[in-house]
Each structure stands twice: as C-alpha cells, then as structure tokens.
C-alpha cells in the first residue's frame, strides 16, 4: 500500500507525524501514512513553484500528449486503485472501478481543452489594430480534496490545472490518502514538480492556503471550512474555486403517476449512491399529492430490496460510511427529526452490523421544515419525503435553504421542466434523470454551496488569467493626443 508523499517528481516518507488509516468496513487499520514535516511542505510548494515557468511554456500540445498518458495510466491500474479507494473509503467496488474510468476520462477531456483553447480574437478599434484576449497559466495551485470521490473531484481540479499550464500541490482528505498518494506512477512521466501529493489533515491545507507561492486555491469540502479558506485567499487576494456542499431537492410532479416507480427509483439511487455521501446527493423530496402515495409505497419497497454489506462484495449496494463521527452527525439530524413528529418508515438502524460504520437506507416522511434533517446537509443515506400542493410550493421549498448545488425534477411537461430549469436556484438541474456528470457540462454551486465551476470550459477558465493585447501596427500620431487646442 502506498503511503509515500510525492515532492518534487520524487517519492518520499513524510517526516512529520503519523496517520492512520482506517477501513470503515472493519475500523481496522489499512495503513499508516507519514505526514509531512515543514520543510517537506515547503519543498512540495517550491517545487510546484520551480516547475511553473517552464511547464507554462510548454506547446499546449506536448502537455496534452502527458494527460493522455496519465489517463491511460490510469485506466491500466483500475482494478488496484478501486481496491484501495474501497479499503479506506468504505464505497461499493463497482462505484469506485467507475471512479477511476471518470477520472481518467477528465484528463483526457482537459488534454484535448488545452490546446484547443487560449483566448480568441475581438474586432480592434482601428483597422490598422489587432486585438486578442489571451488566456495564460497563473502559477501553482493547491488542490484540497475530500473523502467521497478523492480521485475523481482530484481530476476535476489537476486536469483542468495542468492542461491550462499551472502546476499543483494536492492534498487528499485525512481519511483517504491512500488512493491519492498511489497516483505517482501516474504523474510519472510529468515533469519533476508539475504535481506534488501531500497528506495531512487540516494543518497542512491551511499552511498551503496561506504560503504566498500558491497563486489560487481549488477546493471542495463544508461550507465552514470553505469559509476560511476564502477568507484566507481574500487576505492575500489569492484566486479561489470553491464548492461546499449542498441540500438538493428532489421535485416529482403529477403528471409522472405512469412512471412513479421510475421516479422512486431514481430517487433512491439519488439519494443513497456512495451511501449517501455525495454533494449532489437528493436529500429533500417534494412530491405532489396526488402521486405521494405511491411514490413513497415504491420507495420504501425499492429502498428494502437494497443490500446493505461488504463494500468489496460486488452484489453490494451500500457499504458503510466514511467514519463514526459522519454517521453520527447523521443518527443525529434522524433523532432530532422524530424527535419532531417525523416517522422512519424503513431503516434508521445500523443493518445488523456490530463493527463497521453502517447505516441501512432510511426513508422518513412527516419531518418538520424547519429541522436539521430538511435544511442543513445530511450527507447520509437518508431520504425524507414531504408531499406538496403545487409546484409553485415545490420551486418555493427548493429554494428554501442556503444552498443551491444541484436539483433533480421528474415531469412530462415541457413547460414544467423549462420552468424548473429557471426558476430553482441551483448550480445543475437534472430533469429525468438523476445525477448524470458530464466532462463538457460546467459543476458548481449557488448561494454558500460556492462559486467557481469545474468542468467544461468553465472549468479551465478558472485556472487561466485574462490578458487583453492590443497592437497597432502602424506607428503614428493619434488625432485625440494633445494639446486639445488644435
């Protein structure tokens, strides 16, 4: 198992203090990780910075030609990486060997993305002028990472990075470092410095976010957290890509009763995909009345059938949480709502296991708009359930908390759908067909879930500073110069 850090094009043990690792399948120890001592993180970051001036000028096309290879590193290493990422972050073995293709796929887009695009032509003042707008690298980024997909939301950050010619310095979260760290041989044909990998928790992200070498700081985790680090980037005016989190709705109209065991469906696998820990994960349902019923009856039947276990077992469909202190966060906004009248109709228990960090597929219905469990992120495999009179109350509930990343409709009617699309506050409005990415399609928040987007050109732009070059290719006296007298 991989644990070394990689500084400057080489691997190396971190001097610092210790990590340990824990599978939350077991709550054994997978590995422990050596943390970086200070001079190992300033390495890392000038090594990042060395790097910058000649990766920048690099033809676009001969860094396209390295992301490639990455990406087909990558895929070569599928099934090892998968194994890893499911050892220290408890999702099913299938999702994380569909992890890995998304990942590689992100290089691959941003290889071709940067070279096809460094600004573009405008008409000049004067016919005699040329005037562009040119897109140029910034300079070293760091790029923190959560736990839920650490390689994939890593790519949506290093590729579009690299591509646009910056370099980076990446810390994966605390509780998955290792599938991160193993990526060296990946990077291997980069130039020494173009991407440093650093564990740490916290600590280490702040220091990177405060070190004046780091041109801009690409991040997703919580909304706490995010305030800090945007906080610290204003202090220094830094550049700053942030997406923290959201409280998607999960809208199903009337005119879906054909297809409500569809919508049921897709609101399951919406709701409990990676057990729930996704950003865009639905965690409000607002149903219309007339088809309440029997949404919720194809729910709670579909969310029953589901099998709770070994998360490297592939006929698996949820394996355990990430860690004790997210389940309980979890258990708690449950509690807090039934507390409050709500009503767990399947689930809310720990599926039979005693070790493991397990939470069987909840559905609750009755929960009071005003708890935890309907406004503040759950990230836990739980789908409250609340019927509506309208979608006017629908788009008005939706929108009804301080986040705005994502949001799923099922309708039939095209004038539902356009009004859904333009009327609810979020980054991305799946309509029929729930949490679908894609590399060309920009991600990112509204409101506190953040601003910035990653992918699609979007996505590069964010790593690119604009230039505007003007040239006058005659030389004269202009009519407008002084003295204004004649």
């Not at 959560?146 to 980076?168: D, E, F, H, M, Q």
């Not at 980054?427 to 990415?437: H, K, M, R, S």
């Amino acid at each position: 198992m991989e644990t070394r850090l990689l500084i400057g094009g080489e691997q190396v043990a971190g001097d610092g203090g210790t990590l340990d690792v824990e599978n939350p399948a077991t709550e054994e120890t997978v590995a422990a990780v050596g943390l970086p001592s200070a001079e190992q993180l300033d390495a890392a970051v000038a090594a990042a910075a060395e790097a910058f001036p000649a990766w920048a000028g690099m033809p676009a096309v001969e860094r396209a030609d390295l992301l490639h290879d990455v990406a087909a590193r990558l895929r070569a290493r599928t099934d090892e990486l998968a194994r890893v990422m499911t050892l220290e972050g408890g999702k099913p073995l299938v999702e994380n060997s569909d992890e890995v293709g998304w990942t590689a796929a992100a290089f691959d887009y941003y290889a071709e993305m940067g070279r096809n695009f460094a600004g573009r032509v405008i008409p000049p003042i004067e016919s005699t002028q040329l005037a562009l707008v040119v897109k140029e690298p910034i300079g070293p980024w760091a790029c923190i990472v959560p736990w839920n997909y650490p390689l994939l939301l890593l790519s949506w950050k290093v590729a579009p990075a690299i591509a646009a010619g910056n370099t980076v310095v990446a810390k994966p979260s605390e509780l998955t470092p290792l599938s991160t760290l193993m990526l060296a041989d990946c990077f291997a044909e980069l130039p020494p410095g173009v991407v440093n990998v650093v564990a740490g928790g916290g600590d280490v992200g702040a220091a990177l976010v405060d070190d004046a070498r780091i041109e801009g700081v690409a991040f997703t985790g919580s909304v706490e957290t995010g305030r800090k680090v945007a906080a610290a980037c204003a202090t220094r005016t830094a550049r700053m890509n942030l997406e923290m989190g959201g409280k998607d709705p999960f809208i199903v109209c009337a005119d879906v009763a054909a297809d409500v065991g569809v919508a049921a469906r897709g609101g399951a696998w919406a709701a409990y995909l990676n057990a729930g820990q996704v950003c865009t994960s639905a965690e409000r349902f607002y149903v219309a009345r007339e088809v309440y019923d029997d949404f919720v009856s194809e729910f709670v039947d579909y969310t029953s059938s589901l099998r709770v276990g070994d998360p490297m077992d592939g006929s698996t469909d949820l394996g355990p949480m990430v860690s004790a202190p997210q389940r309980a966060k979890v258990e708690a906004q449950l509690e807090a709502a039934v507390g409050a009248g709500a009503e767990v109709l399947v689930g809310g228990d720990r599926a039979g296991f005693e070790r493991g960090h397990y939470l069987a597929p909840t559905v609750v219905t009755g929960a009071p708009g005003s708890t935890a469990l309907l406004r503040e992120e759950t990230f836990g495999p739980v789908a409250p359930i609340v019927p509506v009179d309208s979608l006017d109350e629908a788009i008005r509930l939706a929108n009804g908390t301080r986040f705005g990343l994502g949001a799923n409709v099922y309708t039939r009617d095209l004038e539902t759908a356009v009004r859904c699309m333009r009327e609810i506050k979020a980054g991305t409005v799946w309509i029929n067909d729930p949490l679908t990415d894609n590399d060309a399609g920009p991600f990112g928040g509204m409101k506190q879930s953040g601003f910035g987007r990653e992918l699609g050109q979007e996505g590069l732009e964010a790593f690119q500073e604009t230039k505007h070059v003007h040239i006058e290719t005659k030389i004269g006296l202009k009519d407008w110069w002084y003295p204004y007298g004649g």
